[in-house]
């Protein structure tokens, strides 16, 4: 029963657990390509935007994000309803492969078009929305981390153990936003061109 319910809640991420020769480029190296930029980039700046704060990159950010759930989700709608004989054959070889259960017993399964879609927008809704949760804690717990901040560099005398702390954060966030971004433009590729092509 929990192994179910496990698998049920977790199926919004399964397309990071997509199987092919180019999934590893869309989920890992460019989004750690673009985190190493912009790390590198704020690494530069002479002067530092704030993280948190009235005017800070957090809020900033959570205005934004916090739109972008429900645009994923009707992207999500559209592919599962979209009538197109299309986007149920399968996807050319070597087809994208993933784990499913079916009636209890996982099997493997080459995507169709519209399978491969509709697990990338469910994960941009898990991310999107999970990124908003994290911003929105962040920003609301920002009194309270200024009050851990004080502390931490009182207690260690240096200021290095919160900037290491808060460098971590910023670019485990920043991955996720590169995520984001390297899905959503991949998304956006299959549906103005690449669900248009013939399968063969």
């Known amino acids: 029963m929990l192994k179910q319910l496990t698998y049920e809640l977790s199926r919004g991420?399964?397309?990071?657990?997509?199987?092919?020769?180019?999934?590893?480029?869309?989920?890992?190296?460019?989004?750690?390509?673009?985190?190493?930029?912009?790390?590198?980039?704020?690494?530069?700046?002479?002067?530092?935007?704030?993280?948190?704060?009235?005017?800070?990159?957090?809020?900033?950010?959570?205005?934004?994000?916090?739109?972008?759930?429900?645009?994923?989700?009707?992207?999500?709608?559209?592919?599962?309803?979209?009538?197109?004989?299309?986007?149920?054959?399968?996807?050319?070889?070597?087809?994208?492969?993933?784990?499913?259960r079916v009636r209890g017993q996982e099997v493997v399964v080459k995507l169709t078009r519209r399978l491969f879609l509709s697990y990338l927008f469910s994960y941009l809704v898990i991310l999107s929305f999970g990124l908003c949760l994290a911003l929105l804690t962040i920003n609301a717990l920002a009194p309270s981390i200024e009050v851990l901040e004080a502390a931490i560099c009182s207690w260690a005398g240096v200021a290095?153990?919160?900037?290491?702390?808060?460098?971590?954060?910023?670019?485990?966030?920043?991955?996720?936003?590169?995520?984001?971004?390297?899905s959503t433009l991949h998304g956006i590729f299959f549906l103005t061109e690449k669900i248009h092509q013939p399968s063969n």
Do not use: N
């Open 13 to 100: 991420i399964a397309y990071r657990g997509i199987s092919h020769g180019e999934m590893r480029t869309y989920t890992i190296w460019l989004p750690l390509i673009l985190t190493v930029v912009a790390g590198a980039f704020y690494a530069l700046l002479p002067v530092k935007p704030a993280f948190i704060g009235p005017t800070g990159l957090v809020g900033s950010l959570l205005t934004l994000f916090s739109t972008l759930p429900g645009f994923y989700f009707a992207g999500l709608a559209a592919v599962s309803t979209f009538g197109s004989t299309t986007m149920d054959q399968e996807m050319p070889a070597p087809a994208p492969e993933l784990r499913i």
């Open 160 to 182: 290095w153990p919160w900037l290491a702390l808060q460098s971590v954060v910023g670019l485990v966030l920043t991955f996720a936003c590169a995520s984001l971004m390297v």
